[in-house]
């Protein structure tokens, strides 16, 4: 048991290690390795945090199959295996339901992810629900609501210290006020971020940063420097591992016009 415990946790590191620097589908192989050791050994709070992360990168690696089975996997765990279901479980369903654009089931997991967070006073797990929840008011053009959960979420990052969530917040609140044509105000949050992203060393967040920066320069009629940082971008991403945001850059630089041929924007 010892010997098995010590060899999921070194998977489980080593996958996370690939997901920081970008190696998608090695994390992937890690981490389903690190999952099935620890399901079998019982250790379900490792179990699922390898599932919070296959998830992601399932999402990135555009494995719409896999995020199914995901979810799958969790619902038979509370229905047929009799499992309690804690914050971070419903936390997990509800990325399923997200990524699959089910964002009306997200917010009801999210709102059992809280309540369990609330009864159990787990301030990190709430983060998350939170977090969750601002997301999915986002995804549905609700700008306001969202930007009342981030609020919320600044009060816990001031006694609180949960880095990836603070991240992701920050980039997703400069998306909402770039949506909502407070350019300045995205440019000083997305800016801000990366501070946070020296420090935690994952390249995603680095990346997902540039590509909000690009489409609020362009939004805000700086085509220049919207082509300095597309430019970047396209040179940064492996799109073997990066499926979802390759195709997301690609398709901005064509919808707007940036395309090298025409614009200057090199396309090596």
Request: aromatic share 10%; charged share 25%; hydrophobic share 40%.
């Amino acid at each position: 048991m010892a010997h098995t415990s010590q060899l999921s946790q070194q998977l489980f590191e080593l996958g996370k290690l690939y997901c920081d620097r970008g190696d998608f589908l090695l994390a992937i192989e890690r981490l389903r390795e690190a999952a099935e050791i620890f399901r079998t050994d019982g250790q379900l709070t490792q179990f699922l945090k390898c599932q919070n992360l296959l998830l992601r990168l399932y999402a990135e690696t555009e494995k719409s199959a896999a995020i199914q089975d995901t979810k799958e996997l969790l619902q038979d765990l509370a229905l047929k295996d009799g499992v309690e279901l804690g914050a971070k479980t419903y936390y997990t369903l509800a990325l399923c339901s997200s990524y699959r654009g089910q964002t009306e089931a997200a917010l009801e997991y999210l709102q059992k992810s809280i309540a369990i967070a609330l009864a159990k006073d787990d301030k990190e797990d709430l983060c998350y629900a939170i977090a969750g929840t601002a997301n999915a008011y986002a995804r549905m053009g609700n700008f306001q609501d969202a930007l009342r959960e981030i609020y919320n979420l600044k009060v816990f990052f001031e006694v609180l210290d949960v880095p990836e969530v603070k991240t992701s917040t920050l980039i997703l609140n400069g998306h909402i006020l770039r949506e909502l044509k407070r350019y300045d105000q995205a440019i000083e949050v997305l800016w801000s971020g990366f501070e946070l992203v020296k420090s935690q060393k994952m390249l995603m967040s680095y990346i997902y940063l540039i590509y909000n920066l690009a489409q609020t320069y362009y939004q805000m009629g700086d085509r220049d420097l919207a082509k300095v940082y597309f430019n970047l971008l396209r040179r940064t991403i492996d799109p073997v591992n990066m499926i979802r945001l390759s195709k997301l850059v690609e398709k901005d630089i064509l919808n707007l016009g940036l395309d090298g041929k025409n614009s200057g924007l090199s396309i090596v």
